[in-house]
Structures are given as structure tokens and as C-alpha cells.
């Protein structure tokens, strides 16, 4: 029987959040797009409209939050393969930064999708150093 890798756990909850907010931020795009939403644009404070990237950089977003997803599932019993979840997870914590609406800083748009990309670090940051141990 196959020994699980010290960065298992952190990988499967990244991956698990990352498909939650993956649907979410899908649900979110697909309500900001029309126009009379800008009352709940403005209460959840997501710069889907006013950020650096925009709408775009929302796609963005979502998109790797399912390659996060998948990355960190496809990796997570596999410690050789630690730099790809370590890469996308440092490109994700960029892209939350550059798609914040500084001005209306909050859990939503700022903490909760940095969760998964710092779980998907440390389970690559676990997994290097039982690479290095073998």
C-alpha cells in the first residue's frame, strides 16, 4: 500500500475549494454580466468590472481555479511533481491581487480565494522537502 505524501491533505481540501469556488465565481460571472446587478456588484465589492484585468481577468480566475483543481487532485500523491502546484499556486495569489477592487477590500474578494493557492503552496513546499528527505 502506497504512503500518502506529506502535502496530501493540504492538496485535496485546495482542490476541493478550488471546484467550490471555480462554480461560484462561474455563478457570479454569469449574474454580473447583466446590468441591473450593479446593487450586488457593489455589496460583494468583486472587481469583475473595475479591476486592473476587468471581466477578463474574472475568466481568468475561474478558469484556474479549475486547473487548480485539477493540478492539485492529478498531484497530490505525487511529490516529485511538486512545481507545478507550487507555479500555478504563486500565478493565482498574483492574479487575486491584481483583480482586487482595493477599495472595497473584503473577505470575499480578497481572503477567500487566496485559501486554496497558499493550501496548494504548502503542499508543494511539503512535498519538496520529502523529495529532498528520499
Not at 485539477?70 to 498531484?75: E, N, R
Not at 472595497?104 to 486554496?116: D, E, K, R, T
Request: include cysteine; proline fraction near 4%; aromatic fraction near 8%.
Amino acid at each position: 500500500m502506497n504512503k500518502k505524501s506529506k502535502g496530501y491533505n493540504y492538496l485535496t481540501i485546495s482542490a476541493i475549494i478550488d471546484v467550490i469556488l471555480a462554480l461560484a465565481s462561474l455563478i457570479l460571472v454569469v449574474i454580473l454580466q447583466k446590468e441591473s446587478s450593479s446593487e450586488l456588484y457593489q455589496s460583494i465589492g468583486i472587481s469583475a468590472k473595475e479591476g486592473l484585468l476587468g471581466l477578463v481577468g474574472f475568466y481568468i480566475l475561474l478558469i484556474l481555479h479549475a486547473i487548480n483543481a485539477a493540478v492539485a487532485f492529478m498531484t497530490r500523491n505525487k511529490p516529485e511533481a511538486w512545481k507545478t502546484p507550487y507555479i500555478l499556486g504563486t500565478i493565482m495569489v498574483v492574479l487575486v491581487f491584481l483583480t482586487t477592487n482595493w477599495s472595497v477590500m473584503n473577505i470575499i474578494n480578497v481572503v477567500i480565494p487566496l485559501i486554496p493557492p497558499c493550501l496548494m503552496i504548502s503542499g508543494a513546499i511539503m512535498n519538496k522537502k520529502q523529495m529532498q528527505e528520499q
